[in-house]
């Protein structure tokens, strides 16, 4: 079954700070990976996406892949209170159609 | 520009009651899912299309069908609307090929009472 997991935190950060968000996921297989954000009552909103292994970087954002490891981070450099959200991570399986499989998200607060 | 739509954005209802949430596209992508959010669980896959005429199972399918008649509009239906479906549900698009963005409606919040 293929699966992400995401430490579903909550995640507390002082402005100014880093925030690292992390998942790992099922299938070594994988091509596509995603970080959405979302905002309470609010919907899901591409971040990042990252195809293939190392760092990916944009703006105060940036995406790491380790693809041996099974292992896909964010990290928001310079945390501002309006990242207070919900990140989730999503992963197109190999041989998954385009399907996106989403972990249940971390909530990140950062504090002015 | 373009954009994703969700219709209703609120709605009640009551248990056995069919309900039908609509989803309109106008990026013209081939593919529209939907999905359904409760806390705890997630994101989860309802259904989905690859193009006209074609719909797909997903991992929570049960008690929902959908219908693809042309490029823009992919209608959730629930039969006989039950508590267990009460959610936000949210719609998507993407373009086609595996490296594609899927861009997510506004969301419709369903209580079945």
């Known amino acids: 079954q293929k699966e992400v997991e995401q430490n579903s935190g909550p995640l507390s950060v002082p402005e100014g700070a880093i925030a690292s968000l992390n998942c790992t996921y099922s299938?070594?297989?994988?091509?596509?990976f995603f970080w959405y954000r979302q905002y309470s009552g609010k919907s899901p909103e591409l971040i990042m996406s990252?195809?293939?292994?190392g760092d990916k970087e944009d703006g105060r954002f940036t995406a790491q892949l380790n693809k041996a490891s099974q292992y896909v981070s964010l990290l928001i450099r310079d945390s501002q209170p309006s990242d207070s959200a919900t990140y989730l991570c999503?992963?197109?399986?190999?041989?998954?159609?385009?399907?996106?499989?989403f972990g249940k998200g971390t909530k990140l607060t950062v504090n002015p | 520009d373009a954009e994703i739509t969700q219709s209703p954005r609120h709605k009640i209802t009551e248990t056995g009651r069919q309900v039908t949430l609509a989803c309109h596209q106008t990026?013209?992508?081939?593919?529209m899912f939907w999905y359904r959010q409760d806390l705890g669980h997630g994101l989860r896959l309802i259904h989905y299309?690859?193009?006209?005429?074609?719909?797909n199972k997903g991992e929570v399918s049960d008690g929902y069908s959908v219908s693809r008649s042309n490029t823009e509009d992919l209608p959730l239906t629930l039969e006989s609307a039950a508590s267990s479906q009460t959610s936000v549900y949210f719609c998507?698009?993407?373009?086609?090929?595996?490296?594609?963005?899927?861009?997510f409606g506004p969301g419709t919040r369903l209580l079945v009472l």
């Open positions: 299938d070594r297989v994988s091509q596509s």
């Open positions: 999503a992963v197109i399986f190999a041989g998954g159609s385009e399907k996106l499989v």
């Open positions: 990026w013209n992508h081939n593919n």
């Open positions: 998507a698009s993407s373009g086609g090929t595996s490296q594609e963005t899927q861009y």
């Open positions: 299309s690859y193009g006209v005429q074609d719909t």
């Open positions: 990252i195809y293939s292994n």
